[in-house]
């Protein structure tokens, strides 16, 4: 998942569920937040509605 938190000085970042640096050397698979998994599946969704429209 994904979360919006403020900063000491009120700017807002996107952070993951997870601390990434704590559990990278343990996870079987990681994806860095922002940038991970995103826009592949954007792109997933996209093929499969384009194939599903040529029928």
């Known amino acids: ?23 990278a050397e343990v996870a079987g698979w990681i994806s860095p937040v922002p940038g991970g998994v995103g826009p592949m599946t954007v792109a997933m969704l996209l093929r499969n509605t384009v194939e599903a429209a040529e029928g």
């Open 1 to 23: 998942g994904i979360n919006r938190v403020k900063d000491a000085q009120g700017k807002k970042h996107t952070v993951g569920d997870v601390s990434f640096d704590e559990v």
